[in-house]
């Protein structure tokens, strides 16, 4: 079990994301992103016999890397459904949760999912394989304005108008549907010395929206603030700008537009009190072993 999970995922900040949970041994924690399962098994390891692990995850390939242990439990969800998951196991509160929002790099390796622009693949980008539109569903379907939303505010391409124009053109003529066809299209767009980091920010423009990442996200952190036991850990690793405004805004606001509310003495009014004000980034070493965890930023937020 634990060779499948370390060749689905190599866990990023691992133990420095752990230590930010500050774990209770008899405690309940959960981990939105179960993924290969590596920060669930450093959870478990220090968690005691009356501790219990909660791991989320919405992708079938996750099941492989189920951590056989009575003090755990998987939950085939998405994370936003955090207070449906409250309901259904009776969990009045937790003392923990930790998500690292990072693709895993089971998906990018993977040929079949249309995640990398690596390979020649259908164009589906979905985390659920069994539900919802694919990244072909978009781009044929959508209109050229919403292309060009997409484009620009969850990549920030400049270029944004221009690529959905070419996209609508060329769909006319025939549906774009592979991986292969999509960098034919948009190649000349873009300038050569920056061709690969644009394409990846286009790559990514279409995966937050097939699969509702920054609703998603919204939805997880606000229950996460309502799950939370007073005392209780946030720890977040974000990858992007956009997914980690959100969680800043979170933890110093209590809301994803970062709108301070203040008392009747002029005091902020937040659920969350920052435990890091600077954010915590991978060792040199880190970065040199595992090139994915080059953009990560890791948050820790108490629940007062």
Not at 274 to 282: E, S, T, W, Y
């Amino acid at each position: 079990m634990v060779k499948i999970a370390e060749t689905y995922h190599v866990s990023v900040l691992l133990k420095e994301s752990v230590d930010g949970l500050d774990i209770q041994p008899d405690g309940i924690y959960v981990d939105a992103t179960f993924g290969g399962g590596g920060h669930s098994r450093e959870i478990l390891s220090r968690l005691g016999k009356h501790g219990h692990l909660f791991g989320f995850d919405q992708d079938a390939d996750a099941e492989r890397n189920i951590v056989s242990d009575g003090r755990f439990t998987f939950v085939r969800s998405n994370f936003r459904y955090l207070k449906n998951w409250k309901r259904y196991y009776e969990v009045e509160a937790v003392d923990g949760l930790l998500a690292d929002l990072g693709v895993s790099s089971h998906h990018f390796d993977d040929e079949t999912r249309g995640f990398s622009f690596r390979f020649d693949a259908p164009l589906d980008m979905r985390m659920n394989k069994r539900a919802g539109m694919t990244a072909a569903d978009v781009l044929n379907n959508y209109s050229e304005q919403q292309l060009a939303n997409i484009f620009y505010l969850y990549g920030e391409l400049k270029c944004a108008r221009r690529l959905a124009a070419i996209i609508v053109a060329a769909r006319q003529q025939q549906p774009v549907t592979t991986t292969g066809q999509l960098l034919a299209l948009v190649e000349k767009v873009f300038a050569r010395e920056r061709e690969k980091k644009e394409v990846t920010k286009l790559f990514q423009a279409l995966r937050i929206e097939v699969n509702h990442e920054m609703t998603a996200l919204r939805e997880m952190l606000m229950g996460a603030c309502t799950l939370l036991k007073p005392g209780g850990r946030l720890v977040i690793i974000t990858y992007h700008s956009l997914e980690d405004r959100i969680v800043k805004n979170v933890m110093r606001s209590g809301n994803a537009e970062g709108k301070v509310s203040t008392d009747f003495f002029g005091r902020m009014s937040s659920p969350l009190h920052l435990i890091n004000n600077k954010v915590i980034v991978p060792s040199a070493q880190e970065q040199e072993s595992n090139p994915r965890s080059r953009s990560a930023k890791l948050r820790i937020a108490e629940k007062i």
